[in-house]
């Protein structure tokens, strides 16, 4: 009796055992876009293969260390896993960390080569960069756009669009009921789920959206009490980790929360968008500028790292050339053609071809 | 007459390894005493920051220091919630199969029952988290109702710690619960008593010691407790008193923020020292106020 109730017990945790390894998701997203051949004409290059043969995935070695922005962090992991399926045999690393703590390891730590963000370099971080023991300078690569969405879970029936002002209010515990924003709108608690103070996304946020309602003396938006205001809000919920607020905001009825486009666009079955001041992001909203809170995304590295690592400037080229392919696919929207001529023109001038 | 030399021998060997034992023996409380100076020193660099008051640190009730709020009441509260429910959970949970395991079970019962528990006991506290996350607290929304419990809540974070935990002050118990004499249990049988009333009234109480010192490991597990929270407790700090909304722990809190980037000399950075600080003391003072108590009783029976 004893034995079997033994052989019994290894039985069920072997069951358990292969259970779990069956029932695991499947591999990794496969990327839709098929291998292309990586050595693009360039228009100012005549004799296009040749100089640039040596920024081929598979010609280059040694590894790319990324982090920032969680915003540009799944088309940095798309354009990271497509350049190593065209025979990069190295390491992309990309951290998602946020815009703020991103630059933190490009400026002040120099640990990483290609810093991510959703929104220009600070003043303060260029200063750091240039006191940096080996100074560095950062250059700015447009490789995206992204709609800055609003979203609330898909059970919510009463909110469909909001303003500019309601949307500062409700993330600044200003209004702490449905009812205080419109009358009609139940009388619940507002849960607030939104990035912390190392996003990219909450800098962009607060810019636009929160500072407006702090006007300083002279009457300018106040960055510093907006940031105030929102960190202060009671009760709400801050992470720099997107999934975290994806799961918050699903929860429940009476959530509402706010991050790129893209996490919007992978569980669109469970969340909703809120269109802003009347206007909803696709990709028309977007390209025609009527979406108020749609903004840049980057890259940012420097020069003389893009030369002494060949692989960096690598990895950009491929971006830069392959990321209007797949950024519709990740959920954000390409930049104008033009942003993205500059920002080949400043690779060309970096690499010092 | 020579004079008799009655002292110990000097043995080279005796007292190489007797040195060996007292340095692996003092390395203990070397080890503590430089975790408190290190957590110290930056903790120093924080409360001497003039914009931190004791009074602030004490009394207000935000922590956001960044933007100058340095109240450190909702992270205490909310770990001190979140573990008083998982004691809750773990402690009458765990006498309860200590009790079956020493007095009532049969061998056949104890030898499937006891590896049960060991598994229990290696499942990753990430895994627990995720379980919290997607199981618990779906489960606790179905009972008391989606509006009253948050998706992130410090209920079901506490719930899982008492599972967690629910081993260790398991093992230990039954363990001082084995080591109580025979002769006890038979005394009590020859004066009348059914099992049940030998085991709650003469064997718990005689094992108290034992049992004491499981729930002081289990306290500390659980108020130290870092991937369960921060998965399932909440992600903003949040001075509430009801368990069903999302509260930050101090543990879950070190964990998101040092997630982050900080520089060196930043006050988020110091403040991630003293709540540290914070936490090591109310582990030692409920370490004391449990051996306090402990101590009472053990005079009574013993």
């Keep these: ?353 | 007459m020579n004079q008799l030399d009655l002292s110990k021998k000097t043995r080279i060997g005796e007292s190489v390894i007797q040195t060996l034992l007292f340095i692996a023996g003092f390395l203990s409380i070397f080890i503590t005493v430089a975790i408190v100076y290190e957590l110290g020193k930056e903790a120093w660099l924080f409360f001497g920051n003039p914009d931190v008051t004791f009074a602030k640190f004490f009394g207000t009730t935000t922590w956001q220091p960044s933007i100058g709020q340095f109240g450190i009441l909702p992270l205490v509260t909310s770990t001190l919630i979140t573990s008083f429910i998982a004691i809750f959970v773990s402690l009458p949970l765990g006498l309860a199969v200590a009790l079956f395991l020493s007095e009532y079970a049969s061998p056949k019962a104890r030898s499937a029952l006891k590896p049960v528990l060991e598994i229990l006991a290696g499942i990753p506290t990430v895994v627990y988290g995720y379980f919290a996350l997607l199981f618990m607290t779906p489960l606790l929304q179905k009972i008391f109702g989606e509006q009253t419990v948050e998706v992130y809540n410090m209920a079901s974070a506490g719930i899982v710690m008492g599972i967690m935990i629910l081993p260790l002050i398991s093992s230990m118990s039954e363990d001082a619960l084995s080591a109580v004499p025979r002769a006890l249990r038979e005394g009590a049988y020859a004066m009348g008593a059914t099992k049940f009333e030998t085991s709650i009234q003469v064997v718990l109480p005689a094992a108290l010691s034992g049992i004491g010192a499981a729930l002081i490991i289990g306290i500390s597990r659980a108020v130290g407790e870092t991937m369960i929270v921060a998965i399932a407790a909440g992600s903003g700090p949040n001075f509430t008193f009801n368990p069903f909304k999302a509260a930050e722990t101090m543990t879950g809190h070190i964990a998101r923020i040092s997630g982050g980037d900080l520089s060196y000399n930043s006050i988020d950075y110091t403040s991630l020292f003293a709540i540290a600080l914070m936490l090591f003391l109310v582990t030692l003072v409920l370490n004391l106020i449990s051996q306090t108590v402990i101590n009472r009783f053990r005079q009574r029976y013993e």
């Design chain 1, 1 to 353: 009796m004893i034995k079997s109730v033994r052989s019994l017990m290894f039985m069920l945790m072997a069951l358990s055992l292969l259970l779990a390894a069956c029932g695991a998701p499947s591999a990794p997203v496969e990327p839709t876009a098929k291998p292309e051949p990586v050595v693009v004409e360039s228009t100012a290059v005549a004799p296009a293969a040749n100089p640039l043969a040596m920024y081929a995935p598979d010609a280059v070695t040694g590894d790319v260390t990324t982090a920032g922005s969680s915003t540009v962090f799944p088309l940095s992991e798309r354009m990271a896993e497509l350049f190593q399926q065209e025979g990069y045999t190295g390491n992309v690393t990309v951290d998602s960390i946020g815009t703020g703590a991103g630059f933190e390891r490009f400026c002040k730590t120099g640990e990483t080569d290609i810093s991510n963000a959703s929104r220009k370099i600070k003043d303060a971080e260029l200063a750091n960069c240039k006191a940096l023991a080996t100074p560095r300078e950062p250059i700015s690569f447009r490789v995206g756009t992204d709609a800055l969405t609003i979203v609330v879970s898909a059970e919510n029936n009463f909110v469909t669009a909001l303003t500019k002002e309601q949307l500062g209010k409700i993330f600044t515990a200003q209004y702490t009921k449905w009812n205080q924003v419109d009358p009609s709108f139940p009388a619940e608690t507002i849960l607030v789920y939104g990035p912390g103070a190392d996003s990219g996304t909450f800098d962009y946020f607060n810019e636009v959206v929160v500072a407006p309602l702090y006007p300083d003396a002279a009457g300018k938006a106040d960055i510093v009490a907006g940031k105030a205001a929102l960190l202060g809000a009671a009760g709400a919920q801050f992470s720099e980790d997107d999934n975290v607020l994806v799961q918050g905001v699903e929860g429940s009825k009476y959530a509402i929360g706010y991050f790129g486009f893209a996490y919007f666009n992978e569980n669109k079955g469970k969340l909703k968008s809120v269109a802003v001041e009347g206007v909803e992001p696709s990709q028309a909203t977007v390209d025609d500028g009527t979406y108020p809170i749609s903004r840049p995304l980057f890259l940012y590295s420097d020069a003389k790292i893009m030369q002494e690592k060949p692989q960096v400037a690598a990895f950009i080229y491929f971006y830069l050339n392959n990321v209007d392919k797949e950024i519709v696919d990740v959920g954000y929207f390409p930049a104008p053609d033009a942003d993205l001529k500059a920002s080949m023109d400043a690779w060309k001038i970096a690499v010092g071809k």
